[in-house]
């Protein structure tokens, strides 16, 4: 027996889709920006400070781009498990 996939249904897979795809892509930045920074060499001065604060910067983009990617993961999960559960109550 199958079950119609309805438009709220569809809509939450590609919420978690927008959802992997935008935390995939903010950590890929973050390491990219990382990698460049990591090529600069080590010299007292003020630069030096500005190189911390974006690395820090980038360091939380990775962080955000994980619990995103991570979210992602959850929805689409959340959104098989109702199909699933619909599903189940439909069948004879």
Known sequence: MTTVV?????????????????????????????????GNTVVV?????????????????SYYGIYLFVLGILVVVFSTWLHARRRRKKSP
Request: aromatic share 16%.
């Open 45 to 61: 001065s003020s630069l030096n400070f500005k190189n911390i604060r974006e690395f820090n910067r980038y360091w939380a983009y």
């Open 6 to 38: 309805s438009r709220a249904d569809r809509l939450r897979d590609a919420i978690g889709v927008a959802l992997l795809a935008g935390g995939a892509t903010l950590y890929i930045f973050a390491y990219s920006g990382m990698k460049r920074l990591s």
